[in-house]
């Protein structure tokens, strides 16, 4: 995973439309076109679906060659069916949409901690203006005199 790819705008919708794509779909391999057909249209937080899929090796699997080159990495392990498809469990893919959430929810939280910190610097900006103010102040009535 990229550092802080989550904090990119739009970046968790368009996680969360890809794991349901390549979740729920009857093939567990998709190319580029397919999936930019069903979702209609490129991503909006990335140049194209094959970019964000490997962006989030957490999530995806990008194969190098091929034509059906994105797949979940969850249903990519998973063993096949009697019909040679790998069928993906509901609860596994309600987990990784949740845990999709909880990335970014970390990612993003981490990205605004300096937050917490703009009142103690404010404090203590103003704390030293306050003092110096309160020096030439000082300084100045000592001149006059």
Known sequence: MSKGAYTKLGRLSDVLALIQV???????YRSEPGVKQE???NPSSSDSWVTL????PEFFRVKSAGEHV?????RHVMPK??????EM???LTYTLLKTAIDLHDRQ???????KNFVPLWAALIGGIFGTLSALITL???GCTK
């Open 22 to 28: 390549l979740a729920i779909d009857e093939h567990a």
């Open 39 to 41: 979702l209609q249209g």
């Open 53 to 56: 899929a490997k962006e989030h």
């Open 70 to 74: 994105l797949a979940l990495v969850a």
């Open 81 to 86: 069916g009697p019909a040679g498809e790998r």
């Open 89 to 91: 469990p509901q609860e």
């Open 108 to 114: 993003v939280s981490a990205a605004e901690k300096w």
């Open 139 to 141: 300084w100045f009535k």
